[in-house]
């Protein structure tokens, strides 16, 4: 008798992520203009679309089973906070293989 298996629909190489500055100060995101904000962004260090970009594609994880795999596709953008106004990348990543427990 042949067994079927169903695919785990929670297993997937694709996720989300969220990359935040960190502020060792507060900051009044909320009334500055988007040249304050980037000005902001620049003095604090926050990473750039150029380094950002380098960093995942040379990314590399190891997952459940124990093997490196790395990043085989990515979608970014830099956006801000409906209400508080606070920068942020949003990014979508499609690993090369399966980062999660079965």
């Known amino acids: 008798m042949k067994q079927n ?3 785990n629909k929670n297993r997937s190489k694709l996720f989300g992520v969220v990359i935040n500055p960190v ?3 507060k900051v009044d995101w909320k009334n500055m203009s988007t ?3 980037g000005e902001n962004l620049k003095r604090i260090g926050f990473l750039d679309r ?3 970009r380098e960093a995942l594609n040379n990314l590399k994880i190891v997952n459940v089973s124990k093997y490196k ?3 085989n596709n990515f979608f970014c953008q830099l956006e801000l ?3 508080s106004r606070i ?3 949003q990014l979508a990543i499609e ?3 399966i980062c999660t427990k079965r």
Do not use: D, N, Q, V
């Open 5 to 7: 298996h169903k695919s």
């Open 23 to 25: 502020l060792s100060e």
């Open 35 to 37: 040249l304050e904000i």
């Open 50 to 52: 150029f380094k950002l």
């Open 69 to 71: 795999t790395t990043i």
């Open 81 to 83: 906070g409906s209400e």
């Open 87 to 89: 920068p942020h990348y």
């Open 95 to 97: 690993m090369r293989t």
